[in-house]
Every structure is written in structure tokens, then in C-alpha cells.
């Protein structure tokens, strides 16, 4: 969206304030009140659904255990203070992906309220507050048929269990935004409570975005933006929005409260529907579950178990001296972060050079294979791609050997040591690579004269003649002093 002069001008005059609203589906085998898988597979529609899923009569909710720790896993992640009694209310609306008539959620007494993520904002540290985290179960899916007269309805998400993290209005650009999201998954993911899969929806947000002059107090009309699915369309949708409004109050006209979606093809906001007032859903407590009372000791033993945080892992990971690129890599993706902590475990020292080959080999041969493979279906185990980088850091094996030794390990999935056996250790005996460096000396007279009258660029063309000749065994640095001691003595 281009911006014209005059509203150039009217957006330093306003700011924006941005509130989010994240659903993040929960990791459980089963869904939130019923025993039906939670599975997602969109070439199976309504395939993973039971009684409860489809809202028959007389069927009662169970709620799933797993699914309330993983809840409180993230409050405490999140710095949440812990309901030991919340309640479960039904939230009315009528809709096709709704078989009950009704959602089973959490309303004025949610499981999680009150805590914080900091981020690193881009004017500098920044505590975003946290409203509230509630529990409640998925609605189905609609499928639209484009040219038909029907939709169709799938009910495999209906009743997977979620938790809506609620942000207070504390955020105030598209890329402030954009980094608590991040960081807001990689904690998710890190305690194993979310996988955090944008594309599937198991990780999306809806967007509350006004504007107010600067140095007001006063919240502006919001709009909220619906169901967005990825980092790059939450930003391009609040930055669009932003404008949006700007523009309005520039032209002297008003800022309609609404829900709006993101077309993420014309890269705008459109409207969905009005919302001028807000829903009357008709909360009240489900007659069906009582309240959901927590043992202390039990949400004392979650804290006390709770795994190592992304911010703590990465100041860990720097203190080591890994770049900051790689950094940011691992901390994304559990596999690898999980990969790279059992490699460094012993072998600190080698730190930046394991998290060097993990970043550029492995990392290119698992972009060639399937797009979502795990890193153990690599073969590679951990260890042993730290101990080949301490050969090679060690000079115990040239940078040649080294690329082949990580090949076969891809390759034939067998153990280092079996490799090396085969392969055989770096040459180092200076009596036997003498005779190879004399060869390749005495059969190329040329090359001597001209690296004899200065032409140093030409010792590669020796290096790699006697490299060739011994399979890339030879230890380079031996190699070039050998070729240099030669020369020194030819005629």
C-alpha cells in the first residue's frame, strides 16, 4: 500500500495499539472431552470424531487430564498466576461447524490470568501482559465449494483441545507484534505443549488493531482481524490496517468497529462482518463438569519440572560463542535445538563448529529430503558428528575427509568409528608424504619457476596435486611446509 504525503504526515500523529488474541492447539493422543484422536489429516475428513463430536444426545464430557497440565505448563511458562478452581462455561453461538449449539470454554474464572512475556521490542526490552489463558475446546471446519450451493463440514477439529492466550492492548508496531508471536511459539514448543504448526492452524491469532493520537490514554475504535495464519500476513495485515485507519481519521471520517479478514493476495483487510456491539454469547457455568479444582502440589511438581526456555537456552548457546544466525535457527526448531544440545554435551569447546556443519551440511541435505523430516531420520547421531568436528578441529583429519566422512555417515547411516576404520585416520608421517611431494615437485618444473619468482597463488596447485594423490588424507599444513622445503632444494 503506498502512502500518500498527507497521511504520512497524519501517522506520526497517531500510534497504533495492538492486542492479540492466540489459539494454540494443545498436544494431547485425544481430544478435550471425548476419546477421539486428536489427528489432523485433511485427506480424511470427519474420520477422527466420536459421539460427543457430533453433539448426539446424552453423550457427557470427560475432561482430559493431559490437556489441563499442558494448560498449566504454558501459564507457568508465561508467568501466569494458577487458578486452583476455574470453571467451565458454554458459549452459545449457532453455526454449522458447532454440532452442540454451544463451545465448551472458560469465561470469568479462566485456569491461567496475569502474567508477561518480555520481548525484545524494537525500541528496546518490552513486558507484553498477559490477560488471561483459557481452556476450551475446537469448533469443526467449514469447507466452502467455490460455484456450489452447499458448503461441506468437517468435524475432525471439533473438540481438539486449545488454549486462548490473551494479550493486554500492550503492543505497538507490526513488528513488535510479529517477535511476541515468535516468541510466544518457541516457548509453546519448547515445553511440548503446542507444535505450533501455522499452516495446519494449530498456531493462529486474531488481531485487535486501533490507533490514538500520541500521548492520548484513551483506547482507539478497534477492528479485529481474524484467523491469521503465518508471521509474514500478521505483519502485512497490521501494517495494512493501520494505514487503513490513519487514512480514515486523515479524511475526516470514522473508524467502524468490525471484524475484518486478511487477503493475503491484494495484501489488504477486508470486512467480514459488523461489530458494533459485542456478542452476547450467554456465558454460563456447564451443567455437565464442575468446577475444575487443581492440587498445588501438583501444579508445584509442573513448575519444578518445567524444561530450560528459549531465552535461557539462547543466552546459553551465545555464551559459547555459536553466532547469533544459528542461534535463532536452532531456538525455532525443537529437533534441532534437541540435536545441537546432545552434540555440544562433552564438546563445548567445539561449539561453534558443530553448530557450524549442522548449519550448513545438515541443514542442506534435510532441506533436499522431505520437507518435515526429523533430524534423527537423518542417521547421523549427535555424538558423532561432534567427535568428527573434533578431528577436524584438532587437524586430526583434513576439511576433504571430513565432507566425506559426513556423506557416508548420511549416506550408510553407520557409526563414526566404523567410518573411520574404513576410511582410515589423517596422514601425518612426513616420511611418507615426502616421497608423494617430491613427485609432484620434480613432474611440474613450470609450476616451481613460478612460484620460485614470486607467484605464491600457485602452492594450491601443489596442495592439491598431493592431496589428490592421497585421497584427501594428507595433512595439509605438513603438506604445504613438505612442498616448501622442496622447492627450497630444487635446482
Not at 464430557?61 to 511458562?77: D, F, I, M
Not at 578431528?391 to 550408510?412: P, V
Request: proline content about 6%; aromatic content about 6%; some cysteine.
Amino acid at each position: 500500500m503506498r502512502v500518500p504525503a498527507f497521511l504520512s504526515e497524519a501517522l506520526e500523529q497517531f500510534e497504533p495499539v495492538i492486542g492479540l488474541e492466540v489459539h494454540a492447539q494443545l498436544k494431547t493422543r485425544s481430544k478435550l472431552f471425548s476419546t477421539a484422536a486428536n489427528q489432523y489429516d485433511p485427506g480424511q475428513p470427519n474420520q477422527f470424531i466420536s459421539a460427543y463430536c457430533l453433539g448426539l444426545p446424552g453423550v457427557l464430557p470427560v475432561v482430559n487430564a493431559k490437556a489441563v497440565e499442558l494448560a498449566v505448563r504454558a501459564g507457568l511458562a508465561l508467568n501466569c498466576q494458577i487458578r486452583t478452581t476455574s470453571i467451565w462455561s458454554r458459549k452459545q453461538y449457532f453455526y454449522p461447524d458447532l454440532p452442540k449449539g454451544y463451545q465448551i470454554s472458560q469465561y470469568d474464572e479462566p485456569v491461567c490470568e496475569h502474567g508477561h512475556l518480555d520481548i525484545e521490542a524494537t525500541k528496546g526490552p518490552k513486558k507484553v501482559r498477559i490477560l488471561r489463558i483459557h481452556m476450551e475446546e475446537d469448533a469443526g471446519k467449514s469447507i466452502h465449494v467455490d460455484g456450489s450451493p452447499y458448503s461441506l463440514v468437517d468435524y475432525n477439529r471439533a473438540g481438539v483441545p486449545l488454549i486462548e492466550i490473551v494479550s493486554e492492548p500492550d503492543l505497538r508496531s507490526a513488528a513488535d507484534t510479529v517477535e511476541y508471536l515468535k516468541q510466544l511459539r518457541a516457548i509453546l514448543r519448547a515445553i511440548d505443549a503446542c507444535d505450533g504448526n501455522m499452516e495446519e492452524g494449530s498456531f493462529r491469532c486474531d488481531a485487535n488493531v486501533s490507533i490514538r493520537p500520541i500521548g492520548e490514554t484513551k483506547l482507539g475504535t478497534r477492528c479485529e482481524i481474524k484467523n491469521v495464519n503465518s508471521f509474514r500476513f500478521v505483519e502485512q495485515a497490521i501494517e495494512y490496517e493501520i494505514l487503513r485507519q490513519a487514512q480514515l481519521i486523515a479524511k475526516g471520517d470514522v473508524v467502524v468497529q468490525e471484524t475484518r479478514l486478511f487477503d493475503s493476495a491484494r495484501k489488504e483487510t477486508r470486512s467480514m462482518r459488523s461489530k458494533e456491539e459485542a456478542h452476547d454469547y450467554r456465558y454460563f457455568p456447564d451443567p455437565d463438569l464442575p468446577p475444575l479444582v487443581l492440587d498445588e502440589a501438583w501444579v508445584d511438581d509442573i513448575r519444578a519440572h518445567l524444561p530450560e526456555l528459549p531465552e535461557a537456552t539462547k543466552a546459553r548457546w551465545r555464551a559459547l560463542g555459536v553466532p547469533e544466525e544459528h542461534v535463532l535457527t536452532f531456538v525455532e526448531d525443537q529437533g534441532l535445538a534437541r540435536f545441537f544440545d546432545a552434540a555440544i554435551r562433552g564438546h563445548a569447546k567445539h561449539a561453534v563448529g558443530i553448530a557450524q556443519l549442522i548449519k550448513g551440511e545438515l541443514l542442506r541435505e534435510r532441506k533436499s529430503d522431505v520437507q518435515a523430516v526429523d533430524v534423527d531420520a537423518l542417521g547421523i547421531r549427535p555424538e558423532d558428528l561432534a567427535e568428527l568436528v573434533e578431528l577436524r578441529e584438532s587437524d586430526k583429519i583434513s576439511s576433504t575427509q571430513q565432507k566425506k566422512l559426513f556423506t557416508a555417515m548420511l549416506q550408510k547411516g553407520a557409526p563414526l568409528a566404523t567410518l573411520l576404520e574404513e576410511e582410515g585416520q589423517q596422514v601425518d608421517d612426513p616420511s611418507l608424504l615426502k616421497p608423494i611431494v617430491d613427485r609432484v615437485v620434480e613432474a611440474n618444473p613450470e609450476v616451481v619457476a613460478k612460484l620460485k619468482s614470486g607467484n605464491l597463488s600457485v602452492m594450491g596447485f601443489f596442495v592439491g596435486q598431493v592431496m589428490k594423490a592421497t585421497q584427501g588424507k594428507a595433512k595439509p599444513a605438513l603438506v604445504r611446509r613438505l612442498i616448501e622445503e622442496a622447492i627450497a632444494s630444487s635446482p
